[in-house]
């Protein structure tokens, strides 16, 4: 069965920095690509990045919206993805969820449950 | 980024209807488009991927269509569990979504 179960969200003040982390099970992790979509509160869908799989090189793209100030990375041995963020503004705050392509593409079949991020003063 | 499109924002419907929403794409990305569904709470599920195939375990009822930069999701005769918020996403280049179709009981 295949399961994403992501960590590291909470409340964390402006320009602060934090680390996700999407744990993955059931499948063959590096033969998929990763991305991370947020929702703020209230909102619609955003993919915040996206990083390839093993076979595309792992490469990453950003939303314009973070690009600079997160990072998306992956370790295939340990089969989690892991979304850093810097600088943190007000307007990141939101539901955090990880899901995997289809294979190397951005096509998302399974998400995980999400995390929470709440930036505030 | 391409822009999606989607219309109607919001929809209210009955149960036994039938309804279509659209997405519109700002650039032609031939049929690389996906719909999802999403209920309160909860995170978002696959319906449709490549624009017209049905994901596994999604019923029948619905179908998508189009190609380019105009597409459209069809739920042929809604159930009570399709109420729900509805978005599309194009896959053709770093991901995008459109907006979101709520789908209200009428």
């Known amino acids: 069965e295949v399961q994403l179960v992501e960590s590291g969200g909470g409340l964390v003040q402006p320009g602060r920095s934090l680390r996700l982390s999407c744990t993955a099970s059931?499948?063959?992790?590096?033969?998929?690509?990763m991305s991370w979509v947020r929702q703020a509160p209230g909102k619609g869908l955003e993919s915040v990045a996206f990083i390839s799989n093993r076979a595309f090189g792992g490469t990453a793209e950003y939303a314009a919206s973070v690009q600079g100030r997160f990072t998306i990375s992956r370790d295939d041995s340990k089969t989690i993805a892991y979304l850093q963020m810097s600088s943190l503004k007000t307007e990141d705050t939101g539901v955090y969820y990880c899901?995997?392509?289809?294979?190397?593409?951005?096509?998302?079949?399974?998400w995980g449950q999400g995390t929470l991020v709440s930036v505030s003063s | 980024d391409i822009q999606m499109t989607q219309s109607p924002s919001s929809l209210s419907a009955s149960v036994g209807d039938r309804v279509t929403i659209t997405c519109r794409a700002s650039q032609n990305i031939i049929s690389n488009l996906n719909w999802y569904q999403q209920k309160p709470g909860k995170a978002p599920k696959i319906l449709i991927y490549?624009?017209?195939n049905l994901q596994s375990g999604v019923p029948a009822r619905f179908s998508g269509g189009g190609s380019g930069t105009d597409f459209s999701l069809t739920i042929s005769s809604l159930q009570p569990e399709d109420f729900a918020t509805y978005y599309c996403q194009q896959s053709y280049t770093t991901p995008t979504f459109g907006q979101g179709t709520k789908l209200e009981i009428k």
């Open positions: 490549s624009a017209s």
């Open positions: 059931g499948f063959t992790f590096s033969d998929h690509a």
């Open positions: 899901a995997r392509g289809r294979y190397a593409s951005s096509t998302f079949d399974y």
